[in-house]
């Protein structure tokens, strides 16, 4: 069995709720899966970049756990391997990783067996006894079908009850159950185990600056707020866009498709941070209750409003690529949806006849996450023979990744003695006032949840009202595989079909592209608006 060797403990501390800006308490990290990729190529990453920033606390433990025979010496030289591929040549920053591999300890195990529980508590009893870090925070990083099991050993095993001054936490990853009664019945088997405020479901989206920052856009800003309704806005586009396919993944994929994958939690994350009710606080309760109010109140989504598609053979990047079903361990006749597109409904006083577009996909020609926010236009567009549908359109433009930033198109008066109309932008890009911050996205759950912030993290009801959102379109899929499937080339925009489910309500989707100025054009508007 491994051993423990971190500094000893000095002080007690308690198990209560710690302001942001503190240092962690002392910790014992338990990662299962540690092997897994999640582990090497995020985890380890964000605790490295935590090390930098000086964010984890002295008297911390990492107590690494799969299957894999192996000694705490290879782990180490593992993720040593992968975070060297990982940095650029010779800017890895050996005091930082070197602090952090110290307290790295592998533990050969099967956690599907009862003694490997006993053997765990044995381990952090005496490591314990030797250092005093009497918290536990384990970290799932494991595949769905382990997270209750595991729980539930934990608990039986007595590591998950809380005392003053120990605290005892669980991450669970993505993604928390695969349709709504598998994601009811995983919440059931492990709040049998553990309180709520004990569990952090992960959606790793929640890790982004950007996502994080539209709370502050709508809510530090004066100017937003007021305009934030069906009085002023027209409709919303969120669009996830990938380039890649679906690399080594095709087992996984084939059972779940662009839907479950993107849409109930990824998505729906970014739908409910747009969309929510101002929290009385930015307490993690207050935050999360207005996010699940928004998530309860989408319309059941019919057939008529989702599109689903799959890709095809392509072009990526002047490279061919093959179609979604030569990937392998796909079926040659996969009926799996790498796309889909929809318009939600949100039934409430704010949100009443606006609709939401949400669409996300694979191999689609350009890797972006946005969020485009349409104002009304004018009412009125001053001469008679310019239809007010010709002016360029206000859009907010969050860009939540790559390029991170915001801009807002409106309307600008051409120079010259004619009265001509065109659109233009302000533009803000966080590179142009921020220092860039070493980060792969988990850093801030990671520290969140060590200093016991669950604002970040999905709540049960939340990820069950997101589930209860799609379910019924989940349903009617499985029923007919194959009706009303559409396919796009690798390299495109996604099905046409797509297009039109916009064209039918009078509007259109923006492009897919990483080139901002799109944002200031209508699509169907090439030349500028002369009124005069
Ligand atoms: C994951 C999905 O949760 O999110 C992947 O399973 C997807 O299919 C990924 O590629 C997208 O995340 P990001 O941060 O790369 O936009």
Same mark, same amino acid.
């Given at each position: 069995?491994?051993?423990?060797?971190?500094?000893?403990?000095?002080?007690?501390?308690?198990?209560?709720?710690?302001?942001?800006?503190?240092?962690?308490?002392?910790?014992?990290?338990?990662?299962?899966?540690?092997?897994?990729?999640?582990?090497?190529?995020?985890?380890?990453?964000?605790?490295?970049?935590?090390?930098?920033?000086?964010?984890?606390?002295?008297?911390?433990?990492?107590?690494?756990?799969?299957?894999?025979?192996?000694?705490?010496?290879?782990?180490?030289?593992?993720?040593?391997?992968?975070?060297?591929?990982?940095?650029?040549?010779?800017?890895?920053?050996?005091?930082?990783?070197?602090?952090?591999?110290?307290?790295?300890?592998?533990?050969?195990?099967?956690?599907?067996?009862?003694?490997?529980?006993?053997?765990?508590?044995?381990?952090?009893?005496?490591?314990?006894?030797?250092?005093?870090?009497?918290?536990?925070?384990?970290?799932?990083?494991?595949?769905?079908?382990?997270?209750?099991?595991?729980?539930?050993?934990?608990?039986?095993?007595?590591?998950?009850?809380?005392?003053?001054?120990?605290?005892?936490?669980?991450?669970?990853?993505?993604?928390?159950?695969?349709?709504?009664?598998?994601?009811?019945?995983?919440?059931?088997?492990?709040?049998?185990?553990?309180?709520?405020?004990?569990?952090?479901?992960?959606?790793?989206?929640?890790?982004?600056?950007?996502?994080?920052?539209?709370?502050?856009?709508?809510?530090?800003?004066?100017?937003?707020?007021?305009?934030?309704?069906?009085?002023?806005?027209?409709?919303?586009?969120?669009?996830?866009?990938?380039?890649?396919?679906?690399?080594?993944?095709?087992?996984?994929?084939?059972?779940?498709?662009?839907?479950?994958?993107?849409?109930?939690?990824?998505?729906?994350?970014?739908?409910?941070?747009?969309?929510?009710?101002?929290?009385?606080?930015?307490?993690?309760?207050?935050?999360?209750?207005?996010?699940?109010?928004?998530?309860?109140?989408?319309?059941?989504?019919?057939?008529?409003?989702?599109?689903?598609?799959?890709?095809?053979?392509?072009?990526?990047?002047?490279?061919?690529?093959?179609?979604?079903?030569?990937?392998?361990?796909?079926?040659?006749?996969?009926?799996?949806?790498?796309?889909?597109?929809?318009?939600?409904?949100?039934?409430?006083?704010?949100?009443?006849?606006?609709?939401?577009?949400?669409?996300?996909?694979?191999?689609?020609?350009?890797?972006?996450?946005?969020?485009?926010?349409?104002?009304?236009?004018?009412?009125?567009?001053?001469?008679?023979?310019?239809?007010?549908?010709?002016?360029?359109?206000?859009?907010?433009?969050?860009? &939540?990744?790559?390029?991170?930033?915001?801009?807002?198109?409106?309307?600008?008066?051409?120079?010259?003695?004619?009265?001509?109309?065109?659109?233009?932008?302000?533009?803000?890009?966080?590179?142009?006032?921020?220092?860039?911050?070493?980060?792969?996205?988990?850093?801030?759950?990671?520290?969140?949840?060590?200093?016991?912030?669950?604002?970040?993290?999905?709540?049960?009801?939340?990820?069950?009202?997101?589930?209860?959102?799609?379910?019924?379109? &989940?349903?009617?899929?499985?029923?007919?595989?194959?009706?009303?499937?559409?396919?796009?080339?690798?390299?495109?925009?996604?099905?046409?079909?797509?297009?039109?489910?916009?064209?039918?309500?009078?509007?259109?989707?923006?492009? &897919?592209?990483?080139?901002?100025?799109?944002?200031?054009?209508?699509?169907?508007?090439?030349?500028?608006?002369?009124?005069?």
């Amino acid at each position: 069995m491994a051993t423990v060797t971190t500094p000893s403990f000095k002080g007690a501390e308690t198990a209560s709720k710690a302001p942001r800006g503190r240092q962690p308490q002392s910790t014992a990290l338990v990662i299962f899966g540690a092997g897994g990729d999640l582990t090497k190529r995020l985890v380890v990453p964000a605790l490295y970049h935590l090390v930098q920033a000086d964010k984890l606390p002295n008297r911390l433990a990492i107590i690494g756990i799969d299957h894999r025979q192996q000694t705490s010496e290879q782990w180490r030289q593992d993720v040593t391997n992968m975070m060297q591929t990982l940095t650029p040549a010779g800017t890895l920053d050996a005091p930082a990783w070197s602090w952090l591999i110290d307290r790295m300890h592998y533990m050969p195990a099967d956690f599907s067996q009862s003694e490997t529980f006993r053997n765990l508590r044995e381990l952090l009893v005496h490591q314990k006894e030797r250092n005093g870090a009497a918290n536990l925070l384990f970290y799932l990083a494991v595949g769905e079908r382990s997270f209750g099991p595991i729980v539930e050993q934990l608990g039986h095993a007595g590591l998950t009850e809380q005392s003053e001054g120990a605290w005892r936490r669980v991450i669970i990853e993505k993604p928390f159950g695969h349709d709504l009664s598998s994601a009811m019945a995983l919440n059931a088997q492990i709040l049998r185990v553990l309180s709520e405020d004990q569990i952090y479901r992960i959606d790793h989206f929640l890790g982004k600056e950007t996502v994080q920052n539209i709370l502050v856009l709508r809510f530090a800003n004066g100017i937003f707020e007021p305009l934030w309704n069906r009085d002023h806005i027209d409709h919303v586009q969120i669009t996830a866009a990938e380039t890649i396919g679906v690399e080594g993944r095709g087992r996984f994929y084939e059972q779940i498709g662009a839907l479950r994958d993107m849409v109930p939690n990824h998505l729906f994350q970014l739908l409910a941070m747009i969309g929510m009710e101002p929290p009385i606080s930015f307490d993690a309760d207050a935050v999360r209750a207005k996010k699940s109010e928004l998530l309860q109140a989408i319309h059941p989504i019919s057939s008529e409003n989702a599109i689903r598609g799959q890709y095809g053979a392509g072009v990526m990047l002047e490279r061919k690529v093959p179609g979604y079903r030569h990937e392998p361990n796909v079926a040659p006749d996969s009926a799996t949806e790498t796309f889909v597109a929809l318009k939600l409904g949100v039934d409430n006083w704010r949100w009443a006849g606006v609709p939401f577009y949400l669409r996300t996909g694979k191999r689609l020609s350009a890797r972006t996450t946005e969020i485009a926010i349409q104002f009304r236009q004018a009412p009125y567009a001053l001469f008679r023979d310019t239809p007010v549908e010709r002016l360029p359109a206000n859009i907010l433009m969050l860009r &939540i990744q790559p390029d991170e930033g915001l801009s807002v198109s409106f309307s600008a008066k051409r120079p010259g003695t004619e009265i001509e109309i065109d659109g233009v932008a302000m533009d803000f890009a966080y590179r142009d006032y921020f220092e860039p911050v070493a980060t792969v996205g988990y850093e801030t759950l990671i520290y969140d949840c060590l200093i016991g912030d669950a604002t970040l993290f999905q709540r049960a009801d939340t990820v069950e009202a997101a589930w209860r959102a799609v379910q019924g379109l &989940i349903d009617v899929w499985a029923r007919d595989a194959t009706a009303e499937f559409h396919n796009y080339a690798a390299g495109s925009a996604g099905p046409t079909a797509a297009d039109r489910l916009l064209a039918r309500d009078g509007r259109a989707w923006l492009p &897919i592209s990483t080139d901002h100025s799109h944002t200031v054009i209508r699509p169907d508007i090439a030349a500028p608006v002369r009124l005069r």
